[in-house]
């Protein structure tokens, strides 16, 4: 069963402010890493992947993976309050070819203005 | 408009009652999916199922039965209903089952269990 740990478990940044959050994972093998943004009383939203070692980035989001460290982070530039949510990290592989991607608690981000 | 609909949004039930959560997605997809979210703790993969067949169960218990009418319907029916039970039930769909894809999720049914 993977393990998603996520921290820090809440952060509060300024806007315009650089916010970075934390993943790590329990098994080298996994395939793809996703973040998700929930808002309060919303399912979650899909906003970055990434599959290979590396960084990968997309208008103010960049995420870095190392699967050496079990590691991956998201990093938020010139954060707004309207990014104010819950970031889930999702980690999936496909022992036995069944798709199931695992959660972390979340990351709760407050960006005030 | 939403996507994937789950209904009812809000849900109250006594002990041993049953209840089924309904969702319809049209999307276009093949894959839909069950998850959980309860206070403190992670979403929670229950089900998949892929062109109406089911393809994972993580659910401990027999109480949690998916039911799949139409290609793009996966409904939840859970019976015997206990405080436990008590959370955020999400349903999600994807194009298939690879890791690359996205997993899209509906707004959640929320079950409160008295």
């Known amino acids: 069963q993977e393990k998603v740990q996520q921290s820090p478990e809440s952060l509060i940044v300024p806007e315009g402010a650089m916010s970075s959050l934390n993943c790590t994972f329990s098994n080298s093998a996994s395939q793809s890493i996703w973040w998700y943004q929930q808002h309060p009383g919303k399912g979650p939203e899909a906003l970055i992947?990434?599959?290979?070692?590396g960084n990968k980035k997309e208008g103010r989001l960049t995420v870095y993976l190392n699967r050496a460290s079990l590691h991956v982070s998201l990093h938020i530039r010139d954060s707004q309050p309207s990014d104010s949510a819950v970031y889930l990290c999702?980690?999936?592989?496909?022992?036995?070819?069944?798709?199931?991607?695992?959660f972390g608690k979340g990351t709760s981000l407050v960006v005030h203005p | 408009d939403p996507k994937i609909i789950q209904k009812p949004k809000y849900l109250v039930a006594v002990t041993g009652s049953e209840k089924i959560l309904i969702c319809e997605q049209y999307?276009?997809?093949?894959?839909m999916y069950w998850y959980r979210q309860s206070a403190k703790k992670p979403l929670e993969f229950m089900f998949s199922?892929?062109?109406?067949?089911?393809?994972d169960n993580q659910t401990a218990s027999s109480r949690f039965q998916p039911q799949s009418s139409k290609k793009n319907h996966l409904d939840l029916q859970i019976t015997a209903l206990k405080p436990d039970d008590s959370a955020t039930y999400f349903c999600?769909?994807?194009?298939?089952?690879?890791?690359?894809?996205?997993?899209?999720f509906g707004a959640g049914t929320r079950l409160s269990v008295l």
């Open positions: 992947s990434i599959f290979s070692n």
């Open positions: 999702a980690v999936s592989m496909i022992p036995g070819g069944n798709y199931k991607p695992t």
């Open positions: 199922y892929s062109y109406q067949k089911l393809m």
């Open positions: 999307l276009g997809h093949n894959a």
């Open positions: 999600a769909s994807s194009w298939g089952g690879a890791v690359q894809n996205t997993l899209y």
